[in-house]
């Protein structure tokens, strides 16, 4: 587990220029950027895949989280691994193969990411928690931006700090949707580390929505 981090959703940034927005991502400070892939299956909406991915990966230096909102992921963890994923996150409920796609992640040699939907226990992850760098709690209901971040999810983070100390395990603890410079703070309380962010930080200047959500952390 490691300090804080903000990781700006390319989701909510302008597709005809991710060239000039990962820049812009890159001038915050930001370690992380996020970036959605979705199959218009597992969630209704489609964004982009590997290819994309590849295209960015040769305009910055960023780490790329990528999240994988579709059905069978790990038919696409070789191809995520040659586009320049540095963390790949796949959902619980996207495969019945959980155990044996976060091993290919990993054998890849990308960081490996779990991630839950609101509505999933934290025990359909209870088998896995000692194999991955990142638990993602979705705060919303994947597959659009802009929604209202669902408050019952600080005790599903907290659930799993619990967790994870009981267990002496050092996984980071991402929360993804609604996250603003209010709720950013609801999260941090509840025990995440890392922060995902989009139509907050990209409906107004960039740096210094940011620099509201490190302050809203660092306060």
């Known amino acids: 587990m490691s300090s804080y981090k903000i990781?700006?959703?390319?989701?909510?940034?302008?597709?005809?220029?991710?060239?000039?927005?990962?820049?812009?991502?890159?001038?915050?400070?930001?370690?992380?950027?996020?970036i959605d892939i979705m199959d218009g299956h597992f969630v209704p909406n489609i964004s982009f895949g590997a290819d994309v991915v590849g295209a960015m990966r040769k305009h910055s230096k960023l780490v790329f989280d990528c999240h994988m909102m579709v059905s069978n992921p790990e038919q696409h963890i070789?191809?995520?691994?040659r586009a320049g994923a540095d963390i790949l996150t796949i959902h619980a409920e996207a495969t019945n193969h959980l155990h044996g796609a976060l091993q290919k992640i990993k054998?890849?040699?990308?960081?490996?990411?779990v991630v839950v939907n609101p509505a999933?226990?934290?025990?359909?992850?209870?088998?896995?928690?000692?194999?991955v760098d990142q638990v993602l709690i979705m705060t919303v209901n994947p597959g659009f931006g802009g929604q209202v971040y669902i408050?019952?999810?600080?005790?599903?983070?907290a659930e799993l700090v619990s967790l994870r100390e009981a267990r002496g395990l050092e996984f980071d603890i991402e929360v993804d949707g609604g996250i603003d410079a209010t709720t950013i703070r609801h999260a941090k309380?509840?025990?995440?580390?890392?922060?995902?962010?989009?139509?907050y930080l990209f409906k107004e200047d960039l740096e210094e929505r940011v620099q509201t959500l490190r302050d809203a952390l660092y306060e």
């Open 120 to 131: 999933t226990p934290l025990s359909a992850i209870d088998y896995v928690l000692d194999m």
């Open 78 to 81: 070789e191809t995520m691994a």
């Open 189 to 199: 309380e509840a025990g995440a580390n890392v922060f995902v962010a989009g139509s």
């Open 7 to 34: 990781a700006p959703s390319i989701l909510a940034a302008d597709y005809a220029n991710f060239e000039k927005e990962l820049k812009r991502i890159e001038k915050t400070g930001v370690e992380y950027v996020h």
């Open 107 to 113: 054998a890849a040699g990308m960081r490996a990411s």
């Open 151 to 157: 408050p019952e999810m600080g005790r599903k983070v």
